[in-house]
């Protein structure tokens, strides 16, 4: 089943129960002619060499064949190689075959094992990609959305708004040094930027104060000086990043691009607040930082958040039961399965990447925010 769409915490807790033979695939995509091809190639070799692995570790012939109909199935879906995004999560074992399409820009690889490995899955799930993007010039200006499953676009506006610097100062035009009224020269023009980023900062309290009440959600804008500082400058609750350079010619896709680049490192600064606020805990035995004891707590329900490294390699057997584990380089990603163990019990699990965190108490593999002391 092709999903465009992120999975619920029912989906992970779902696809995170045991499967046997399951075949896990990430790869980055493109959205190209010659992506797609690359892609449906990277894909291809990577199922193989999977099923390659099980039947050397003696899977029979017609398990064997179920899952390469399976991929059969996903490699003709004209529909999924048509429309890819940032990355392709492929998940299939003898009874079942699912994949999703996502914007995040994952990490190649391929596991096979009686467990999916969802890490990255989660991963797409965990980081925040909704945002909003301004791009303002003194000929006008546009309202852009991207949400974590689509590409950024222009928000239709509820208001009728001045279109661009002239409507807005009723003017016929603020370029040049021409007299405008009593406003003369380069400082007229100034008095007159500053009245236009105030009529835009109007507008996005309006029209983003009906999509995002919370202010949840961060705002790029696309600007020159001194416009850019203007609109920077005006007092908006939606966290602010500058993006300088001029936005009249810009592609969606152009714009898409600058926003994804940037939001990693807010998501990564947000991330450490929280994980330093988690150590916090630590002395009243409300942190952890030890696999085992999260792991049992995890399968306690104990674990309201936990806050991993999915790069991280860490193979072993996990008790579902009591949360006891052992480490065994024949066994799946504990991560992920303690991961879903807290997605099971209602938790949080939030998956980062490798020098995302600088906490002083992140020992860069696993900090849990426990509900209550272990006894």
Do not use: C
Not at 178 to 200: C, F, I, N, P, S
């Amino acid at each position: 089943m092709i999903r465009f769409d992120l999975p619920t915490t029912q989906d992970l807790v779902r696809l995170g129960e045991f499967h046997p033979n399951a075949v896990t695939a990430y790869l980055p995509t493109s959205p190209t002619p010659s992506g797609r091809e690359q892609a449906l190639t990277a894909a291809k070799s990577a199922v193989d060499e999977a099923i390659r692995r099980l039947r050397a570790g003696g899977l029979d012939a017609a398990a064997q064949d179920a899952i390469r109909l399976h991929w059969e199935v996903v490699a003709e879906d004209a529909h999924l190689w048509g429309n890819l995004a940032g990355s392709l999560a492929i998940f299939i074992s003898p009874e079942l075959s699912e994949e999703y399409v996502l914007p995040n820009e994952l990490e190649s690889q391929t596991q096979v094992g009686d467990y999916f490995d969802l890490g990255q899955l989660v991963r797409a799930v965990t980081t925040p990609q909704d945002a909003f993007a301004l791009t303002v010039s003194s000929s006008g200006w546009n309202l852009w959305q991207a949400s974590a499953t689509t590409r950024a676009t222009e928000v239709e506006l509820g208001g009728d708004w001045a279109e661009d610097a002239a409507e807005a100062t009723n003017r016929m035009t603020i370029r040049g040094r021409q007299h405008l009224g009593r406003l003369v020269g380069d400082e007229g023009r100034k008095v007159l930027l500053e009245r236009y980023a105030r009529t835009v900062a109007d507008a996005l309290r309006a029209e983003l104060g009906r999509l995002d009440r919370q202010a949840s959600r961060p705002l790029f804008v696309f600007a020159t000086e001194p416009l850019l500082s203007m609109v920077m400058a005006e007092d908006l609750p939606w966290e602010r990043v500058a993006v300088p350079g001029s936005p009249d010619e810009l592609r969606p896709d152009q714009v898409d691009d600058a926003i994804r680049s940037r939001i990693g490192s807010l998501t990564a600064a947000r991330l450490s607040e929280r994980a330093e606020l988690i150590g916090n805990g630590f002395a009243a035995g409300l942190a952890a930082t030890d696999l085992a004891q999260i792991a049992r707590a995890a399968s306690a329900g104990a674990v309201g958040t936990l806050l991993y490294d999915f790069t991280v390699n860490v193979p072993g057997k996990l008790d579902d039961a009591t949360g006891a584990i052992t480490f065994d380089d024949s066994g799946y990603d504990l991560l992920s399965r303690i991961a879903i163990n807290v997605l099971r019990h209602g938790g949080e699990a939030i998956a980062v990447r490798p020098g995302e965190l600088s906490a002083q108490i992140w020992n860069g593999t696993a900090l849990a925010q426990l509900r209550h002391p272990l006894a």
